[in-house]
């Protein structure tokens, strides 16, 4: 039983470990993504940095927490860059 | 069929239904004339200075002392040094350097800013391009920028350069950043209101007086870098200066203030 609890805890600590460092990885691809369409967010890089920090300190929880938001602001930058190919088109003045 | 065939041909022969930068230009005139009926449209040239009697009245003040002068001196010399060959820029540049109204151009299937020309002389002449960045590019901007003063901004669009503009019009009018702004949402929309302690200049004029002595900097600077810095203000990442984006968007903008005078360098907060 103790072994079996043992592996479980070794297994959720290796996940919790892989997640935080695969979120941080799409995180910074997505941002990559983003600048190559020169819209990348400035907030989007500070937060990774700051995934990063966490994760060098051993905080997995609050690495996988902020490199979260970091990938969910690419992500939305991708989506405001691609939605504004046609919508900049609204604001002009001659239609 | 013949329809068919019509439709093949109209669809093979059209090419992309271009803007025309005049009635761009006159819709923008048109639309701060409307919003500041008070404000002559080149009144804007002095930026947020135009609407804020206090604002000039301080900024007045300083121009009596200004402090781009001797970053003037220092061009107007480095203009006058030889190359090592011997030439120098005025074998590149007409009128003692006063040329600065009729760029960008639109050259070599891309958009050409003066400081691109300036590099490109350089070159030419088997002299190192310098950095966007460095101090002598800047110097010898704000001279030939003075040696404008007062001459009409006087910008062609040729037809091959339409794409160029179209998209430096396209970077105007996009949103970005995390604040979802655009060039326009401050610059048009919001015209004449504050952001803080600061009113938002109207995008006619933008172009008129770089490079610009700011405060805020302790030196003179480019158009790029108040580029860079206005994308950061709304959460973008700033790019390069001198970048395709960058220059297509100075473009653009010098379209819409084509006929204002030249009142560079100037001095702003």
Not at chain 1, 12 to 26: F, P, R
Not at chain 1, 48 to 55: L, S
Not at chain 2, 20 to 28: G, H, I, S
Not at chain 2, 194 to 214: D, I, M, Q
């Amino acid at each position: 039983m103790k072994t079996l609890i043992f592996i479980v805890l070794v297994s959720l600590a290796q996940t919790a470990l892989a997640d935080a460092a695969a979120i941080i990885k799409e995180a910074e691809a997505l941002n990559a993504k983003a600048r190559s369409m020169e819209n990348a967010w400035t907030p989007t890089t500070k937060l990774i940095a700051e995934a990063k920090a966490a994760k060098a300190e051993g905080d997995e929880t609050r690495a996988s927490q902020v490199g979260e938001r970091a990938r969910m602001l690419a992500e939305a930058s991708i989506r405001q860059a691609e939605l504004e190919r046609e919508n900049w088109k609204t604001r002009q003045l001659v239609k | 069929m013949q329809r068919l065939l019509t439709l093949v041909l109209l669809a093979l022969t059209a090419g992309p239904a271009w803007a025309d930068p005049a009635a761009d230009r006159e819709a923008m005139r048109a639309f701060y004339e409307q919003r500041f009926p008070s404000i002559p449209v080149e009144a804007h040239a002095d930026g947020a200075y135009a609407m804020d009697a206090s604002k000039r009245a301080q900024w007045e003040e300083m121009e009596e002392f200004p402090p781009y002068e001797f970053t003037v001196d220092e061009g107007e010399t480095l203009f006058s040094t030889p190359f090592a060959d011997g030439t120098g820029y005025g074998d590149c540049f007409a009128d003692d350097g006063a040329v600065k109204h009729t760029y960008p151009r639109f050259e070599g299937g891309e958009v050409v800013t003066l400081e691109m020309a300036i590099n490109q002389c350089r070159q030419a002449h088997g002299e190192a391009a310098l950095a966007w960045d460095s101090e002598e590019l800047m110097a010898l901007v704000a001279y030939m920028a003075y040696a404008s003063r007062d001459e009409a901004i006087d910008i062609d669009v040729p037809t091959e350069a339409m794409a160029a503009y179209e998209r430096g019009k396209q970077y105007y009018f996009s949103r970005r950043g995390q604040l979802n702004f655009s060039c326009s949402h401050c610059h048009m929309q919001i015209s004449g209101m504050k952001l803080r302690a600061e009113v938002l200049s109207a995008s006619v004029g933008h172009v008129t007086h770089w490079p610009t002595y700011r405060f805020k900097w302790q030196e003179v600077g480019p158009l790029h870098r108040r580029f860079v810095e206005c994308n950061e203000q709304v959460g973008a990442e700033g790019l390069p200066y001198q970048s395709q984006s960058y220059r297509e968007l100075e473009y653009f903008l010098t379209v819409m203030s084509d006929g204002l005078p030249m009142n560079g360098p100037a001095s702003r907060k």
